[in-house]
């Protein structure tokens, strides 16, 4: 195994190449201390974190995005504040057009785009955009919480609760995904870059075939 697959590499600096560039010099070394010296500089190469930035957009990726989904959305599940709200976005309408149930949409939308890619909790980089365009990243997390808030709805037995109509499901629903949201976001990028396949349509196509 090289010494780049063993090690990680940091912005600008390749740890495989200085690690290779030590071992050539471990043999112009006689003394025992000098020896005990590089070995212990190897080793505290071998150990530096990983980079921060976030490229790779993998199943693990998703895993997190979902527990992170749950633990923010559970806590909101009990309240019946949430069919206050989306019955208040329903209501607010303008030439028939629920405002401010768009406008949630709109705001869980910027929310998750200035976790993942303006705050600095990481770097997180767009590779591989769906239709070039598209973040990949923002795409799973928005569905996955989503999806996550309308199961624990269904599950906890709120998204029927009275009767609603196919309108005020959907409103419920938002209201919990902007919580959701969060925690999807957070949940993705605070572990770091995850370990896997990188999720691109053409990774998905050798691995569905």
Request: hydrophobic share 45%; aromatic share 8%; glycine share 10%.
């Amino acid at each position: 195994m090289s010494s780049d697959e063993r090690v990680p590499k940091r912005d600008g600096i390749d740890v495989g190449d200085i690690l290779d560039q030590l071992e050539e010099l471990e043999g112009s070394i006689t003394t025992a201390e000098g020896q005990e010296e590089l070995r212990h500089t190897k080793r505290m190469l071998k150990h530096l974190p990983v980079s921060e930035h976030i490229s790779k957009y993998t199943g693990r990726d998703m895993g997190e995005a979902f527990v992170g989904s749950i633990i923010f959305g559970l806590p909101l599940l009990v309240e019946d504040g949430v069919f206050v709200i989306a019955q208040y976005f329903l209501d607010s309408r303008f030439l028939g057009i629920p405002v401010f149930l768009l406008a949630n949409t709109a705001f869980v939308i910027a929310l998750a785009t200035g976790l993942l890619y303006a705050v600095d909790f990481r770097e997180v980089r767009i590779t591989n955009p769906i239709f070039g365009l598209v973040p990949r990243r923002l795409v799973g997390v928005l569905t996955i919480s989503f999806l996550t808030a309308a199961g624990l709805m269904v599950m906890w037995g709120r998204l029927f609760a009275g009767g609603p109509t196919a309108a005020e499901m959907i409103a419920r629903v938002t209201v919990i995904w902007a919580a959701a949201s969060i925690g999807a976001s957070l949940g993705d990028i605070l572990p770091g870059e995850s370990k896997g396949t990188d999720l691109t349509l053409e990774n998905l196509d050798e691995l569905v075939g």
